[in-house]
């Protein structure tokens, strides 16, 4: 097994906004990255290097391999930042790049990824990981990073604290991204949706952001049901989501998660206004799914993931 106690040679599946400043900053820590993603943005890398602004400090990295198709070459680490309904694909693509030894890390939001990848790569070389940090593509080559919310995690599906996992949270958060290994990674995965059901769909419903849907009692009140339903639907189908309570979750995501963010706009959001499916079926979605799996209704949830699939149709206002 992988354990990154010198430069590794890493590989980003799904070079977008995520994925390039992972990238970008491992690069500029002296890290071999390949990043693989579309034109134009690909382009632009490869020809004149990776502009990194924002929260994170002014970076051109040049150092970088950008390409569009996966190389057959052995890699160490492949960090997985593609849109969960193209998991399945990345996963199987990302295979003939990893090393003996290596590991492929679930950088996405959702649920269903890290298992997904698990059953396509094996759960020995599947990490978890979890990011609460915002970041845009305001041009090709270029990102922003926007907003973080708490530190990156990673960590084994099984909950074990091995060498390979303090490892890489110790190489990111030497790269300069804030990073812990945490042995209850599944969790946090399950935090991080809810975060993101509560917030995700009513940002890009009425295209708003975070803290004006903190400021309406109208949309608070329709986050407080979302996550209402997504704490009965989680208590019956046997996930222990660390609280009592849906009250206990939304007290922290008012008064801790919410703020440093509230200036931000869901990616589900800059999703429709690119013209671009969005990720509802595996956040509210799951909601969804769970609760008709489990006999439980979930109207706000329902509502929400068809009026996102809507709007995916109509376009931003």
């Given at each position: ?13 799904g ?5 390039s400043?992972?990238?970008?900053m ?5 890290h071999e ?6 034109n134009?943005?690909?382009r632009?890398?490869?020809?004149n ?36 309904y ?13 090393g ?10 959702g649920l ?5 990848l ?15 940090f ?13 907003v973080?919310?708490?530190d ?7 909950g ?5 996992v ?22 946090e ?8 059901i ?29 996550i ?22 939304l ?41 008709a ?15 996102v ?9």
């Amino acid at each position: 097994m992988y354990t990154p106690e010198s430069d590794a040679r890493i590989a980003i599946m799904g070079a977008g906004a995520i994925g390039s400043v992972i990238g970008g900053m491992l690069a500029r820590a002296g890290h071999e990255v390949t990043l693989v993603g579309r034109n134009p943005h690909i382009r632009s890398i490869s020809e004149n290097g990776l502009y990194i602004a924002g929260i994170w400090g002014e970076h051109t990295v040049t150092n970088l391999n950008a390409v569009t198709s996966p190389p057959c070459e052995d890699h160490d680490i492949v960090f997985l930042t593609v849109k969960s309904y193209d998991t399945k694909t990345a996963a199987r693509a990302a295979l003939p790049m990893l090393g003996q030894g290596g590991v492929i890390i679930s950088m996405q939001n959702g649920l269903g990824n890290v298992e997904t990848l698990a059953e396509i790569a094996g759960r020995e070389r599947t990490v978890g990981g979890m990011g609460i940090f915002g970041a845009v593509v305001p041009e090709p080559g270029s990102v922003r990073v926007t907003v973080i919310a708490s530190d990156t995690l990673v960590g084994e599906i099984d909950g074990n604290c091995t060498p390979r996992v303090e490892g890489i949270a110790r190489m990111l958060a030497t790269a300069g991204i804030p990073t812990r290994a945490s042995e209850k990674i599944m969790l946090e995965i399950w935090h991080k949706a809810l975060y993101n059901i509560a917030l995700n769909p009513l940002s890009a419903i009425f295209e708003v952001t975070y803290g004006e849907i903190a400021d309406s009692p109208h949309t608070r009140w329709l986050a407080s049901e979302l996550i209402s339903e997504a704490f009965r639907v989680a208590e019956v189908a046997g996930i222990d989501l660390g609280m009592n309570s849906p009250d206990e979750y939304l007290q922290i995501l008012w008064s801790q998660l919410l703020p440093p963010t509230r200036d931000h706009r869901s990616s589900m959001l800059q999703d429709i206004v690119r013209g671009k499916l969005t990720e509802i079926d595996y956040i509210n979605g799951k909601v969804v799914e769970l609760g008709a799996e489990y006999g439980i209704e979930t109207p706000y949830n329902n509502a929400v993931v068809r009026m996102v699939k809507a709007k995916e149709v109509f376009g931003p206002t």
